[in-house]
C-alpha cells in the first residue's frame, strides 16, 4: 500500500478520500495520525466540499457501525466529529447508562469541561482499536462549547451517555483514545465483554477482572 499523501493541501486530500464513494476506511490505533491532535477547523475544505466530507463521515459511521468518528480517524487532522446513537438497548441498561437517544450532529472544534465532580464508569469501545472494550470514568456531565457545520455557536451540557460519546470523539480531535483513560484490567474482547459483562453496570467486571471504579 502506498504511504498516505500526508502533505497534500487538506482539502486535496479529502477529494482523494471521498473520490472512492461509500464508507471510508477507518485508520486503526498505531497510525500517528490518531495522536498527533487536529487542526482548528477553520475553512479549509469549504462549505461544498465539507458537506459532502460530513455526509462521507457519516455514512462511515453508520456501516461501521459507530455512535460517533472523529476526523482524524479518517486520516484527515481536522477538528471535526460526528455523532449519532439511535440507542437500541433494554431499557434497564438505557436507565443504568444514561443512554438516551441522540440525534446525529456534527460538532466543529469542539472543547468540553466537566460540570461538576461526578464520574460514570461503564464499557465503552472504539471503531479504530476494533475487537476491544474497556471501562472509562469519565465525567458524568460535561460543558461542550464549538461549533456546527454552518459555523454556528454550539455550548451545550450533555449528560448520560451523550456525555461519554462527546468526550471520547472529543478525546480523539486531542490525539487521546479511550485506551489512555481506561482501567486497562477491564479490557476485553467484544466477544468476553458480550458473554460476560453485558450488565446494565459493570460492577461485576470491577469485582472479578480487579478494578477499582469511582464512587
Ligand atoms: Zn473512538
Redesign the pocket.
Known amino acids: 500500500m502506498a504511504p498516505p499523501r500526508e502533505h497534500a493541501p487538506l482539502a486535496e486530500r479529502v477529494e482523494e478520500l471521498l473520490a472512492a464513494g461509500g464508507p471510508l476506511p477507518i485508520v486503526a490505533a498505531g497510525r500517528p495520525v490518531l495522536r498527533r491532535g487536529a487542526e482548528h477547523y477553520d475553512g479549509q475544505l469549504g462549505p461544498a466540499l465539507l458537506a459532502r466530507f460530513v455526509e462521507a463521515l457519516r455514512v462511515t459511521m453508520h456501516a461501521a457501525p459507530g455512535v460517533?468518528l472523529?476526523a482524524p480517524?479518517v486520516g484527515i487532522e481536522l477538528r471535526i466529529a460526528v455523532v449519532e446513537d439511535p440507542a437500541p438497548v433494554p431499557e434497564e441498561v438505557a436507565v443504568a447508562r444514561g443512554r438516551v437517544p441522540q440525534p446525529f450532529r456534527v460538532l466543529v472544534n469542539p472543547s468540553y469541561e466537566p460540570v461538576g465532580t461526578a464520574r460514570a464508569a461503564f464499557f465503552e469501545g472504539?471503531?479504530?482499536?476494533p475487537g476491544w472494550q474497556a471501562v472509562v470514568a469519565r465525567h458524568a456531565e460535561v460543558r461542550l462549547r464549538g461549533q456546527d457545520e454552518h459555523g454556528r455557536a454550539l455550548d451545550e451540557v450533555f449528560g448520560g451517555w451523550p456525555a461519554r460519546i462527546v468526550q471520547?470523539?472529543t478525546d480523539?480531535l486531542d490525539g487521546t483514545?479511550?485506551l489512555d483513560r481506561a482501567e486497562l484490567r477491564s479490557l476485553s474482547t467484544n466477544e468476553a465483554a458480550a458473554a460476560l459483562w453485558a450488565q446494565p453496570t459493570p460492577d461485576a467486571a470491577a469485582e472479578q477482572l480487579g478494578f477499582e471504579l469511582p464512587r
Not at 126 to 129: A, D, E, G, I, T
Open positions: 460517533g472523529a480517524q472504539c471503531l479504530s482499536v471520547h470523539e480523539h483514545l479511550y
